[in-house]
């Protein structure tokens, strides 16, 4: 089993691809859809699920053109089932210059009660972690020892709060209390820039020593 990181759209956002053979799994499939699909088709990969971190326009642009291509259901939390129709609650509609997105609606709605999920012989962990946006998650697939955090943790950085729905506070709790506890090793694969991982993160991420690590 592989992934592969695909930087897409007008922010570069991080998308992963998680595949084996002919069958993949997306996560956040941010833009540049005849990109993404040119990969795919090259990879010979057949797309069986779409699994949103959160509804952020940079990560839903090319939402549909994966849905439509492969019939693949889209998975986000149901804090943000909204944010994939509604370009302001997205974002897109709240930047001059950056077109409005909209997609679909989900095709599975993540409840907090949903703590697994098994997809093309994966199990990966649903993680709530809210604080950049309030129905953000993490999806760990703890065999590989990575989590696709979407826009929680970054390398040297964290996810900015200051869109609708975003609180600094609860993002610090969540990094403190979930990203944080997880082996040093465990690989972050962010939305956006280079990967990172758990351990070098507490050594040199400015928020986090700041934070008490």
């Given at each position: 089993?592989?992934?592969?990181?695909?930087?897409?759209?007008?922010?570069?956002?991080?998308?992963?691809?998680?595949?084996?053979?002919?069958?993949?799994?997306?996560?956040?499939?941010?833009?540049?859809?005849?990109?993404?699909?040119?990969?795919?088709?090259?990879?010979?990969?057949?797309?069986?699920?779409?699994?949103?971190?959160?509804?952020?326009?940079?990560?839903?642009?090319?939402?549909?053109?994966?849905?439509?291509t492969f019939e693949a259901p889209v998975y986000i939390h149901e804090k943000e089932a909204e944010w994939l129709t509604d370009p302001q609650l997205n974002g897109s509609g709240l930047f001059p210059g950056i077109d409005p997105?909209?997609?679909?609606?989900?095709?599975?709605?993540?409840?907090?009660?949903?703590?697994?999920?098994?997809?093309?012989?994966?199990?990966?962990?649903?993680?709530?972690?809210?604080?950049?946006?309030?129905?953000?998650?993490?999806y760990y697939w703890k065999e590989k020892g990575v989590i696709f955090s979407g826009d929680v943790l970054f390398h040297g950085g964290v996810g900015r709060t200051d869109l609708p729905g975003g609180d600094h506070e609860t993002l610090m709790n969540t990094i403190h209390e979930k990203m944080l506890s997880l082996p040093d090793e465990t690989i972050v694969a962010n939305g956006h820039g280079p990967v990172t991982d758990i351990g070098k993160e507490k050594e040199i991420n400015p928020f986090i020593n700041g934070f008490g690590w």
């Open positions: 089993m592989k992934w592969k990181q695909i930087p897409l759209g007008p922010l570069q956002t991080n998308c992963f691809v998680i595949y084996d053979g002919t069958e993949g799994v997306i996560v956040d499939p941010g833009g540049d859809g005849e990109k993404l699909l040119g990969w795919l088709e090259d990879e010979n990969i057949s797309v069986k699920a779409v699994l949103l971190t959160h509804a952020h326009f940079d990560h839903i642009g090319a939402v549909d053109s994966v849905r439509d997105v909209k997609a679909g609606p989900a095709d599975h709605i993540l409840s907090s009660k949903e703590k697994d999920i098994s997809l093309i012989g994966i199990d990966l962990q649903i993680i709530e972690t809210p604080g950049h946006s309030p129905g953000s998650v993490s």
